[in-house]
C-alpha cells in the first residue's frame, strides 16, 4: 500500500485568507510551516489513485505530485476517483474541482451522498460536465477495485451534520474512519481526520493497524476559546482534543501502530515545527504528519 499525504490542514488551511492569529502569521513569514487542507492519495493499482476527500487544494495537491500528473494521453489521468469521510465543505469542494475529469468515482455514506446531491446539488451542477458514479462507501471490507490488493471499509465515529445539512436526519455514518487494507502485503491503515468520539469499532481497528492517522484539530480541549473565535470547546465543536484525560494522545500512546495527527488548525501549536508540542509527540511515539510524506505499507 502506497499512500501520499496531500494535506494536514484543518478547515482554512495554514495560513487561513482572513486569518492574522500568531499561527497563520508565522506561517506566511515562514512557507515552510504552510499546510493545504486535510487529504490522502492512495495508489489502487499500478496506474490508478484515490484521492482521500477532495478539498479545496485539490488541484495544487495533484500538481504538486508527479504521480498524480496526467498522461501519456492528453486527457489520461491516474485520479480515478474520490473517497469521503464526511460531507463538510473542506473535505467536499474539490470534487467540484474536478469537472473536468472523462468520469470520476466517489464512494460515499448514504447521508454524505445525499447532502452533495440533495443540499448542495452536485448532481445537477456537475452534470453536464462530467459523469460521476456514487458507490455506497462499505462498512464491511470490500475491493476499493474490482481486481486490486485493497479493501476499503468506514468505520462511523459520529453523527455530526455539517452547518448546511443541520436539519437532516441524524445518522452514525455521517462522519467515518477509513480501514485500507493491503491483501498482497498485509498492511493496514486506519484515516480518521474528523474524530467526535472514540467508538470500540475504531479501537478494534486502530489496534489491528500498522499506521493510524487521526483528527489533530486541536491540543487541547480549551484551545479554541483562548483562541477567542468561539465560546465551544474542541469536543463540542466535534474534534477531540489530542491532550488532555480525555485526548487522543493517550489512545494512540497504546497502540503498537505508527501514529500520526493530522486535520491541525491554525491555532495548534503543532503548526510550529519548533513548538514545544512536538516534543511531547516524540515522547509518546507519535508524530505530526507533514504535507507530502509518503507511507508505504
Not at 462511523?156 to 502485503?185: F, I
Amino acid at each position: 500500500m502506497l499512500l501520499r499525504v496531500l494535506g494536514t490542514a484543518a478547515g482554512g488551511g495554514l495560513p487561513q485568507w482572513n486569518c492574522a492569529c500568531p499561527g497563520c502569521s508565522g506561517a506566511r513569514r515562514h512557507p515552510q510551516r504552510v499546510r493545504r487542507h486535510a487529504s490522502l492519495a492512495v495508489r489502487a493499482d499500478d496506474a490508478r489513485w484515490y484521492v482521500v476527500n477532495a478539498t479545496p487544494d485539490i488541484g495544487d495537491q495533484i500538481e504538486s505530485h508527479p504521480e498524480l500528473h496526467p498522461g501519456p494521453g492528453h486527457r489520461d489521468t491516474p485520479v480515478a476517483g474520490v473517497v469521503l469521510t464526511d460531507a463538510e465543505l473542506d473535505h467536499t469542494l474539490g470534487i467540484a474541482r474536478l469537472r473536468e475529469a472523462r468520469a470520476l468515482d466517489v464512494l460515499a455514506t448514504g447521508p454524505v451522498r445525499g447532502a452533495l446531491l440533495e443540499r448542495l446539488r452536485l448532481g445537477d451542477i456537475l452534470g453536464p460536465y462530467t459523469g460521476i458514479s456514487w458507490r455506497p462507501l462499505p462498512h464491511t471490507p470490500q475491493p476499493l477495485i474490482e481486481g486490486g490488493p485493497l479493501e476499503i471499509s468506514a468505520i462511523p465515529v459520529a453523527s455530526k451534520r455539517p452547518r448546511y445539512a443541520a436539519d437532516d436526519a441524524p445518522a452514525d455514518d455521517w462522519v467515518v474512519a477509513l480501514r485500507l487494507a493491503d491483501r498482497a502485503t498485509g498492511g493496514t491503515l486506519v484515516y480518521a481526520p474528523a474524530l467526535a468520539a472514540w467508538p470500540d469499532a475504531l479501537q478494534r481497528a486502530a489496534a489491528e493497524a500498522d499506521c493510524v492517522i487521526v483528527d489533530g484539530t486541536f491540543w487541547d480541549d480549551h484551545e479554541p476559546r483562548r483562541a477567542g473565535f468561539t465560546e465551544r470547546t474542541s469536543t463540542a465543536m466535534g474534534h477531540l482534543p489530542i491532550d488532555g484525560p480525555h485526548g487522543t494522545a493517550r489512545r494512540l500512546r497504546g497502540l503498537d501502530a505508527r501514529c500520526l495527527y493530522t486535520h491541525l488548525n491554525n491555532t495548534n501549536p503543532l503548526g510550529d515545527p519548533a513548538a514545544e508540542e512536538h516534543k511531547l509527540l516524540a515522547e509518546w511515539g507519535i508524530e505530526a504528519a507533514a504535507d507530502g510524506m509518503v507511507i508505504e505499507l
